[in-house]
Nanobody, 125 residues
Framework: VQVVESGGGLVQPGGSLRLSCTASRYSLDLYAIGWFRQAPGMEREGVSCISSDGTTYYTDSVKGRFIISRDNAKNTAYMQMNSLKPEDTAVYYC????????????????????WGQGTQVTVSS
């Protein structure tokens, strides 16, 4: 399912942003939705995932700071990012899969996709 990310921007360290992930043509109800990020010069990595039943998963670096959620009525998933750090600077992508399995492993690309343009998040003073 093709999705579109939005909500990125420039924020100071310690600030917050909420990213949105929306599908316009297909329902997201039955899909897991993962958030990924790619910092300059780095590989893309899994950040969080929410399964179709609402179970959430987070990579260690964002636990306690980021919150993933979904609103099936709006066909949208969100990632609330709090206490942002400069190391959170990256292009953030969302993508769908049938399961959250492997979202944080190097095998994520076998399950998640297609990929959109992403949204830039820059954390800087």
């Amino acid at each position: 399912v093709q999705v579109v990310e939005s909500g990125g921007g420039l924020v100071q360290p310690g600030g917050s942003l909420r990213l949105s992930c929306t599908a316009s043509r297909y329902s997201l109800d039955l899909y897991a939705i993962g958030w990924f990020r790619q910092a300059p010069g780095m590989e893309r990595e899994g950040v969080s995932c929410i399964s179709s039943d609402g179970t959430t998963y987070y990579t260690d670096s964002v636990k306690g700071r980021f919150i993933i959620s979904r609103d099936n009525a709006k066909n949208t998933a969100y990632m609330q990012m709090n206490s942002l750090k400069p190391e959170d600077t990256a292009v953030y992508y969302c993508a769908t899969a049938t399961t959250c399995a492997y979202y944080s492993s190097s095998a994520y690309s076998l399950l998640f996709g297609p990929w959109g343009q992403g949204t830039q998040v820059t954390v800087s003073s």
